[in-house]
T-cell receptor, first 111, second 115 residues
Framework: SQQGEEDPQALSIQEGENATMNCSYK?????LQWYRQNSGRGLVHLIL?????REKHSGRLRVTLDTSKKSSSLLITASRAADTASYFC???????????FGTGTRLTIIP | DAGVIQSPRHEVTEMGQEVTLRCKPI?????LFWYRQTMMRGLELLIY????????DSGMPEDRFSAKMPNASFSTLKIQPSEPRDSAVYFC?????????????FGQGTRLTVV
Protein backbone atom coordinates (compact mmCIF):
# COMPACT_ATOMS: atom_id res chain seq x y z
CA SER A 1 0.00 0.00 0.00
CA GLN A 2 1.12 3.56 -0.59
CA GLN A 3 2.32 5.40 2.48
CA GLY A 4 2.52 8.77 0.79
CA GLU A 5 0.18 10.60 -1.49
CA GLU A 6 1.58 13.39 -3.62
CA ASP A 7 -0.44 16.38 -4.66
CA PRO A 8 -0.95 17.42 -7.38
CA GLN A 9 -0.69 14.34 -9.56
CA ALA A 10 0.50 16.51 -12.44
CA LEU A 11 1.83 20.06 -12.65
CA SER A 12 2.80 22.17 -15.66
CA ILE A 13 4.54 25.52 -15.23
CA GLN A 14 6.58 27.95 -17.28
CA GLU A 15 10.34 27.84 -17.10
CA GLY A 16 11.59 30.18 -14.41
CA GLU A 17 8.54 29.79 -12.18
CA ASN A 18 8.58 27.98 -8.85
CA ALA A 19 7.08 24.50 -8.52
CA THR A 20 5.55 23.22 -5.28
CA MET A 21 4.61 19.61 -4.65
CA ASN A 22 3.05 18.20 -1.52
CA CYS A 23 3.18 14.82 0.15
CA SER A 24 0.98 13.42 2.89
CA TYR A 25 1.68 10.24 4.80
CA LYS A 26 -0.18 8.10 7.29
CA UNK A 27 2.09 6.74 10.02
CA UNK A 28 4.90 8.07 12.19
CA UNK A 29 8.16 8.40 10.33
CA UNK A 30 11.89 8.49 10.95
CA UNK A 31 12.88 10.27 7.75
CA LEU A 32 11.15 11.64 4.70
CA GLN A 33 12.95 11.75 1.38
CA TRP A 34 12.26 13.15 -2.06
CA TYR A 35 13.32 11.42 -5.26
CA ARG A 36 13.20 12.36 -8.93
CA GLN A 37 12.55 9.98 -11.79
CA ASN A 38 13.21 10.92 -15.37
CA SER A 39 11.23 9.05 -17.99
CA GLY A 40 12.52 5.51 -18.43
CA ARG A 41 15.12 5.84 -15.70
CA GLY A 42 15.61 4.86 -12.10
CA LEU A 43 14.89 7.11 -9.15
CA VAL A 44 17.49 9.58 -7.97
CA HIS A 45 17.68 10.79 -4.39
CA LEU A 46 17.26 14.56 -3.97
CA ILE A 47 17.03 15.35 -0.29
CA LEU A 48 16.35 13.78 3.11
CA UNK A 49 14.69 15.51 6.04
CA UNK A 50 14.59 13.97 9.49
CA UNK A 51 11.48 13.85 11.62
CA UNK A 52 12.94 16.40 14.04
CA UNK A 53 13.69 18.90 11.26
CA ARG A 54 11.20 21.39 9.88
CA GLU A 55 12.97 22.75 6.82
CA LYS A 56 15.94 21.90 4.68
CA HIS A 57 17.58 23.46 1.63
CA SER A 58 19.73 22.06 -1.14
CA GLY A 59 20.51 24.32 -4.06
CA ARG A 60 17.19 25.26 -5.69
CA LEU A 61 15.31 22.75 -3.53
CA ARG A 62 13.50 23.58 -0.33
CA VAL A 63 11.75 20.90 1.70
CA THR A 64 9.46 21.43 4.67
CA LEU A 65 8.09 18.86 7.06
CA ASP A 66 5.11 19.17 9.37
CA THR A 67 4.88 16.02 11.47
CA SER A 68 1.71 17.23 13.23
CA LYS A 69 -0.05 17.27 9.87
CA LYS A 70 1.93 14.33 8.48
CA SER A 71 2.83 16.32 5.41
CA SER A 72 5.82 17.62 3.49
CA SER A 73 6.35 19.96 0.60
CA LEU A 74 9.05 20.21 -2.05
CA LEU A 75 9.69 23.60 -3.62
CA ILE A 76 11.83 23.91 -6.74
CA THR A 77 12.74 27.52 -7.39
CA ALA A 78 13.57 29.06 -10.77
CA SER A 79 12.52 25.92 -12.62
CA ARG A 80 14.39 24.72 -15.69
CA ALA A 81 13.36 22.46 -18.57
CA ALA A 82 15.69 19.80 -17.14
CA ASP A 83 13.51 19.66 -14.00
CA THR A 84 10.80 17.92 -16.03
CA ALA A 85 10.36 14.57 -14.28
CA SER A 86 8.23 12.71 -11.77
CA TYR A 87 8.85 13.46 -8.11
CA PHE A 88 8.19 11.02 -5.29
CA CYS A 89 8.26 11.27 -1.54
CA UNK A 90 9.37 8.26 0.48
CA UNK A 91 9.20 7.53 4.18
CA UNK A 92 10.77 5.10 6.58
CA UNK A 93 9.86 4.35 10.17
CA UNK A 94 12.11 4.20 13.20
CA UNK A 95 13.78 0.82 13.40
CA UNK A 96 12.48 -0.15 9.96
CA UNK A 97 14.61 0.59 6.91
CA UNK A 98 11.77 -0.17 4.51
CA UNK A 99 11.26 2.82 2.19
CA UNK A 100 7.66 3.33 1.14
CA PHE A 101 6.99 5.59 -1.81
CA GLY A 102 4.09 7.85 -2.65
CA THR A 103 2.21 8.03 -5.90
CA GLY A 104 4.32 10.79 -7.43
CA THR A 105 3.83 14.18 -9.07
CA ARG A 106 4.55 14.51 -12.77
CA LEU A 107 6.17 17.92 -13.30
CA THR A 108 6.42 19.47 -16.76
CA ILE A 109 8.42 22.64 -17.29
CA ILE A 110 7.38 24.52 -20.40
CA PRO A 111 10.32 26.30 -22.08
CA ASP B 1 31.45 3.13 -8.41
CA ALA B 2 29.21 2.10 -11.31
CA GLY B 3 26.09 2.31 -9.20
CA VAL B 4 23.43 -0.37 -8.91
CA ILE B 5 23.54 -2.61 -11.96
CA GLN B 6 20.50 -4.49 -13.16
CA SER B 7 20.21 -7.00 -15.95
CA PRO B 8 18.65 -7.42 -18.35
CA ARG B 9 17.37 -3.92 -19.17
CA HIS B 10 14.51 -5.35 -21.17
CA GLU B 11 12.92 -8.78 -21.09
CA VAL B 12 10.10 -10.09 -23.24
CA THR B 13 8.85 -13.53 -22.42
CA GLU B 14 5.88 -15.75 -23.03
CA MET B 15 3.34 -16.48 -20.36
CA GLY B 16 4.33 -19.50 -18.32
CA GLN B 17 8.06 -19.03 -18.76
CA GLU B 18 10.48 -18.49 -15.92
CA VAL B 19 12.03 -15.04 -15.65
CA THR B 20 15.11 -14.15 -13.61
CA LEU B 21 16.07 -10.55 -12.91
CA ARG B 22 19.52 -9.76 -11.59
CA CYS B 23 20.96 -7.02 -9.44
CA LYS B 24 24.43 -6.02 -8.33
CA PRO B 25 24.23 -3.51 -5.47
CA ILE B 26 26.77 -0.82 -4.73
CA UNK B 27 29.78 -2.28 -3.00
CA UNK B 28 29.66 -1.79 0.76
CA UNK B 29 25.91 -1.27 0.95
CA UNK B 30 24.14 -3.42 3.52
CA UNK B 31 20.53 -3.24 2.37
CA LEU B 32 18.91 -4.21 -0.92
CA PHE B 33 15.38 -3.57 -2.11
CA TRP B 34 13.28 -4.90 -5.00
CA TYR B 35 10.49 -2.64 -6.25
CA ARG B 36 7.91 -3.01 -9.00
CA GLN B 37 6.51 0.01 -10.83
CA THR B 38 3.31 0.09 -12.88
CA MET B 39 1.03 2.90 -13.94
CA MET B 40 -1.86 1.47 -11.96
CA ARG B 41 -0.10 0.65 -8.69
CA GLY B 42 2.89 2.97 -8.66
CA LEU B 43 6.06 1.86 -6.86
CA GLU B 44 5.54 -1.22 -4.74
CA LEU B 45 8.17 -2.66 -2.41
CA LEU B 46 8.37 -6.39 -3.02
CA ILE B 47 11.11 -7.45 -0.63
CA TYR B 48 14.14 -6.10 1.13
CA UNK B 49 17.30 -7.66 2.50
CA UNK B 50 19.61 -6.48 5.24
CA UNK B 51 23.08 -8.03 5.36
CA UNK B 52 21.87 -10.60 2.79
CA UNK B 53 18.98 -11.75 5.00
CA UNK B 54 15.38 -11.22 3.82
CA UNK B 55 13.72 -8.92 6.35
CA UNK B 56 10.34 -8.18 4.86
CA ASP B 57 8.79 -10.02 1.93
CA SER B 58 5.22 -9.00 2.63
CA GLY B 59 5.07 -7.21 -0.71
CA MET B 60 5.80 -10.29 -2.77
CA PRO B 61 2.57 -10.81 -4.73
CA GLU B 62 2.36 -14.58 -4.53
CA ASP B 63 4.33 -17.80 -4.48
CA ARG B 64 5.29 -17.36 -8.10
CA PHE B 65 7.75 -14.69 -6.96
CA SER B 66 10.95 -15.51 -5.11
CA ALA B 67 14.09 -13.54 -4.31
CA LYS B 68 17.53 -14.53 -3.15
CA MET B 69 20.67 -12.78 -2.06
CA PRO B 70 23.42 -15.41 -1.89
CA ASN B 71 26.10 -12.82 -1.12
CA ALA B 72 26.57 -9.11 -0.60
CA SER B 73 27.17 -8.41 -4.28
CA PHE B 74 24.32 -10.22 -6.01
CA SER B 75 20.57 -10.68 -5.82
CA THR B 76 17.96 -12.29 -8.05
CA LEU B 77 14.22 -11.93 -8.39
CA LYS B 78 12.57 -14.90 -10.05
CA ILE B 79 9.05 -15.24 -11.41
CA GLN B 80 7.89 -18.75 -12.21
CA PRO B 81 5.58 -19.11 -14.02
CA SER B 82 5.23 -15.61 -15.41
CA GLU B 83 1.86 -14.07 -16.26
CA PRO B 84 0.89 -11.02 -18.36
CA ARG B 85 -0.07 -9.09 -15.19
CA ASP B 86 3.57 -9.32 -14.08
CA SER B 87 4.49 -6.88 -16.85
CA ALA B 88 6.11 -3.90 -15.15
CA VAL B 89 9.42 -2.19 -14.55
CA TYR B 90 11.33 -3.87 -11.75
CA PHE B 91 13.85 -1.79 -9.82
CA CYS B 92 16.59 -2.86 -7.51
CA UNK B 93 17.95 -0.36 -5.00
CA UNK B 94 20.69 -0.54 -2.42
CA UNK B 95 21.45 1.49 0.65
CA UNK B 96 24.01 1.83 3.39
CA UNK B 97 21.84 2.01 6.47
CA UNK B 98 23.80 3.89 9.12
CA UNK B 99 21.94 5.56 11.91
CA UNK B 100 19.42 7.89 10.37
CA UNK B 101 20.77 7.66 6.83
CA UNK B 102 18.42 5.63 4.62
CA UNK B 103 19.15 7.11 1.17
CA UNK B 104 18.54 4.52 -1.53
CA UNK B 105 20.37 4.24 -4.84
CA PHE B 106 18.36 2.81 -7.70
CA GLY B 107 19.36 0.82 -10.73
CA GLN B 108 18.04 1.64 -14.19
CA GLY B 109 15.37 -1.03 -13.93
CA THR B 110 14.33 -4.06 -15.94
CA ARG B 111 11.29 -3.58 -18.16
CA LEU B 112 9.49 -6.91 -18.20
CA THR B 113 6.83 -7.71 -20.77
CA VAL B 114 4.97 -10.99 -20.50
CA VAL B 115 2.94 -11.84 -23.60
Amino acid sequence: SQQGEEDPQALSIQEGENATMNCSYKTSINNLQWYRQNSGRGLVHLILIRSNEREKHSGRLRVTLDTSKKSSSLLITASRAADTASYFCATDARGNEKLTFGTGTRLTIIP
Amino acid sequence: DAGVIQSPRHEVTEMGQEVTLRCKPISGHNSLFWYRQTMMRGLELLIYFNNNVPIDDSGMPEDRFSAKMPNASFSTLKIQPSEPRDSAVYFCASSLIQGVNTEAFFGQGTRLTVV
